[in-house]
């Protein structure tokens, strides 16, 4: 859930003391398209446990975005080609959420805020989640619900100001499996209604016998989805390293299914060094309405858009984590590449647009 389930920091009560333990931290994402987008975020996040019961976290975030993006796809020279956006996209947009914790004995209940704000896109979130521990804590039962209310424009068109509206409930489990091994798996169910449509992209198709057809982006007004995640961690004393495994699993009512897994080693070099490499697949399906060119006359339901499309993708990764002077100190960077071609049998969508990006990630923290 966005919102990571959390509630305004000022609903603490005064009278629960000083904070005991905490950490607060400043991370620094970087990512950059081959030619296309480029996307800077910082964040600003803590967390402090206050008293014996109470545990409260939050965090700050701005995404600064700029570059060109896919805005339509046209088949005017003589194949369904991806057309890129003449004008330089810049935007910014401003995050914050917060969550706040109260334990009653086995039973931890929290509640969430959270609130998104660009030029063109407001979001505002709450939620609420409950966790259950059982069997001496080796087992944490998890319910969650969180609810987002969305307002959609577009500096194209200064009229629009549309909704939309997303339910999600949330069920997972984190089972202990032995002093070196653990698992933690979990379900999320959504409902959304209201405005799903892209105001910036379109579909163009041109006919030897007719005038062309101009379809804008016009999707369903409802999305119901289904999400099955699940992560793995053993450590392997003998090579002092942990081997780390997720895997996703996303279908909806679009018709859109997909799997992601990734799979990752963190070895520990000595007391302050670790290192993580990583690698990620993923694979998905195109939308039913995704069309590559429009027939006459159009349909209902259409989309371009190559985040609708079928495709795979590949990322590496390594990360690395340096203990010193009370900090912890971590760097990543991993590199995208998303192509027709690595979709699971080789059949993606022929239009998707390859997508190469390099990322990068830098967070420090310290404890108090």
Known sequence: ???ALALPILVVP???GAAEVGEVGLTVLSYREKDLMKITEPVLWGRARIGEAWEVQGSLALDMVSGASYEGLSNVSGRPVQTISAASVKDRRHLADA???RRFGETTVALSRSFSEEFDYRS???GIEARQDLNERNTTIAVGYGQSADRIGSFDDKTLDARRDTREYLLGITQVLSRTSVVQSTVTVSRGEGFYNDPYKFTRTFFSDGPPVF???TRPSSRDSFAWFTRYRQHVAAANGTLQAEYRYFRDDWDVKAH???VAWQQSLGESWAVRPALR???????RFYLAEVPRPAPAEVSSDPRLAAFGGLSPSVRGILQWGGFTIEATVGHVHNTRVFRAGGNGSPTYPTLQAWFGIVSISRPF
């Open 14 to 16: 005064a009278r629960a």
């Open 260 to 262: 992601t897994l990734e």
């Open 1 to 3: 859930m966005r919102a």
């Open 99 to 101: 969550k706040v914790s």
């Open 215 to 217: 379809a804008p982006d």
């Open 281 to 287: 697949y993923h694979t998905q399906g195109a939308a």
């Open 124 to 126: 505002h979130a709450y």
